[in-house]
């Protein structure tokens, strides 16, 4: 397991450098920026639990009758991230999801929410995610963003969808990140205080202890078949290009 999964972050490593060295982190250096980033940002944010959502419907039973599905050790796994992301806690330890959190350290902050909004709407009233996408009030870019993200998640077989939700969306902080963002919550603590209790949150849970039950999941996944671990692979490192335009949309905005 080892061994495979090390060749797989060997063989994404240039694309996950050039993402966490995107020139948009030099443009969130004061309030402005940081409202900027978080009002496109959120899309990968919430998209991430389709993703999730979709290893937990194929990984585990979620049908009545209930009957066991896949191998005890990938039901735990899937479960226990599920249960962080959906139900953790905010700074006042009331529980609430992940996407929840970012909605309300965005309205802390005052960032527009209103195309996630606007998308959730949509979607709540029945239009098909793809159509949603579509008519959404967003850029180009980001729109390409979230076609690939459900494309994975409504089309793609497991192996990939773990391998684009572990290596391609956690762990994607940079320290340059954290390092502005500690800047911008000391000059408006008021403003930010709830987005920094995300982040540290996020980095805490998201790129610690879930991190590794992903890592094990994809290697549970791939097994020993070389086919599969080239297709995790090069999934993951279209993950890690997606985000970048992700990152480029921002930039343009």
Known sequence: MHVQVNNLKNQIQATRSTLLSHKVYAQINDLAGLQNFAKYHVFAV???????????????????????????????????IVL??????????NRISHFELYLKAMHQMDSDTRFIDELLLSINSGMEIKEAIQKANIPDLVKQFLQFTFDIALNAPLHVVAAVFTFGREDLIPDMFTEILNKVYAAYPEKVSIFKYYIERHIEVD??????????????????????????????????????KLWDAIMGQ
């Open 207 to 244: 790129g610690g202890h879930h991190s590794q039950l992903a890592l094990e999941m994809v290697a549970e996944l791939c097994g020993n078949d070389p086919v599969k671990w080239e297709e995790a692979t090069q999934a993951s490192i279209q993950s890690l290009q997606m985000r970048v």
């Open 84 to 93: 962080g992301e959906e139900s953790d806690v905010d700074e006042l330890g």
């Open 46 to 80: 919430w998209d991430f639990m389709s993703l999730l959502k979709s290893l937990q419907i194929n990984l585990t039973s979620v049908t009545i009758p209930w009957v066991p599905v896949g191998t005890p050790n990938t039901r735990y796994l899937i479960n226990e």
